[in-house]
């Protein structure tokens, strides 16, 4: 999957029962024509539970990055990408958030939902910014909702991807592990911190979400081993995130038919090129991975009869 053009599409499907409704209705026959005459050439198969997502598993592979779940250092290849030295450091993504109260659990907002920007971003960040150094922990700013974290307690530290997280009860996600009592700790004063903040306050007046806590996500230390780029015709849409981090179907479904009408339409067009070709859909358990083979006239004769619909292709991940 190095050569030619690799499109990776996330959040292909969910489990969500309002995902299942709208792909009933969901016309998809670019991706139906093109699976068709491509070959399955791997599965990426997890779980519900699993900590990190099919679609970053499948991006730590193509970065030659071999980890354990919920252990893809994903702060410190960010660093490193924008040129830093990372020094063998363990990094990690912290979040800030808001957490929604019910009566019988606590649940993730989708981070876009805080309308947060990067003045009252700055500001909690410096007052947040002592209690980690309590710690060992170096905390910057990256972005309104992203800021990177450098310490050991991230140092095989399984975390939950953000992506598991948003829109589901928190407890079913917390790190449960010995090393991460420091992360819980923290989470707990932040807490208490943020409650009378004057940026929250602020906030609060002025019809928006307060930040009542940070989630921890992208942590460990890249190995020794040099990391290989990304192959150059690697290709990543983000089309369907946020409208099933949201539970937007409807919004889901109006992504994937731009993205079958554009994205897989291209590559049905690359395929005739004589390009080589290949799609990974992920999903929240699974990931399979088609490539491009022979493009005889007899595969593509073959295609016609092989070919399977976008609920039998989506649901299996």
């Known amino acids: 999957m190095s050569d030619g053009v690799h499109l990776l599409i996330p959040f292909a499907y969910s489990s969500n029962e309002g995902c299942s ?11 139906e024509r093109l699976v068709a005459r491509l070959k399955l050439a791997g599965t990426d198969g997890g779980e519900d539970s699993s900590l990190s997502m099919p ?13 354990a779940d919920g252990c893809i250092p994903w702060a410190a290849c960010q660093v490193q990408q924008a040129g830093r030295d990372v020094q063998g450091a363990a990094w990690a993504r912290i979040t800030p958030c808001h957490w929604r109260v019910e009566t019988d659990h606590i649940a993730m907002g989708h981070p876009q939902e805080l309308q947060l920007d990067p003045r009252d971003s700055q500001a909690l960040l410096a007052a947040m910014q002592p209690f980690f150094e309590q710690d060992g922990i170096a905390l910057e700013y990256d972005a309104p909702t992203l800021w990177l974290a450098r310490g050991e307690v991230f140092r095989g530290l ?6 598991r997280v948003v829109g589901r009860t928190i407890d079913d996600w917390m790190p449960r592990a010995e090393a991460a009592k420091t992360v819980r700790r923290l989470q707990q004063e932040m807490q208490m911190l943020l409650y009378t903040h004057e940026v929250n306050e602020a906030r609060i007046r002025g019809g928006l979400l307060p930040v009542n806590s940070f989630w921890v996500s992208g942590t460990g230390a890249l190995p020794d081993s040099p990391r290989q780029p990304a192959a150059p015709g690697l290709q990543i849409t983000h ?4 409208a099933a981090l949201l539970a937007d179907w409807r919004g889901w479904a109006a992504a994937w038919q731009q993205l079958d009408s554009k994205d897989c339409a291209r590559l ?17 358990r699974n990931a399979q991975t088609w490539a491009s083979g022979d493009n005889n006239i007899f595969s593509r004769m073959g295609s016609l009869f092989g070919r399977k619909s976008a609920s039998a292709l989506l649901h299996n991940l």
């Not at 409704?21 to 991706?31: G, I, K, M, S, W």
């Not at 089309?239 to 946020?242: I, Q």
């Open 21 to 31: 409704r709208a792909l009933q209705d969901l016309a998809l026959p670019q991706l």
């Open 55 to 67: 679609h970053e598993r499948v991006l730590a592979r193509e970065f030659g990055i071999s980890a």
């Open 158 to 163: 399984a975390t939950a991807s953000l992506d």
């Open 239 to 242: 089309y369907l995130r946020d």
């Open 268 to 284: 049905s067009k690359a395929l005739d090129a004589g390009e080589a070709v290949s799609l990974t859909l992920c999903g929240e």
